[in-house]
């Protein structure tokens, strides 16, 4: 990644593969209830594994604490 991002790097498109953890909700660090409102929506409407994702957001936010 920092090869990529380089500043003496030449300025021609670079694929950067990642692995990410498909259970991991991307949160921005200051949610917002406007966020808040979109992603339990999203979970009622039958967002996949949204348990799993509720659960995770639940213990992110005990360990932030």
Known sequence: ????????TEKKPVIIEAYV???????????KSEFIQKISESFAKGQPYSERIGLTLYRNKFETI
Do not use: Q, R, S
Request: charged share 30%; net charge neutral; hydrophobic share 40%.
């Open 21 to 31: 953890d498909p259970l991991e909700p991307m949160v921005p660090p200051k949610a």
């Open 1 to 8: 990644m920092k090869m990529a991002m380089h500043k003496d």
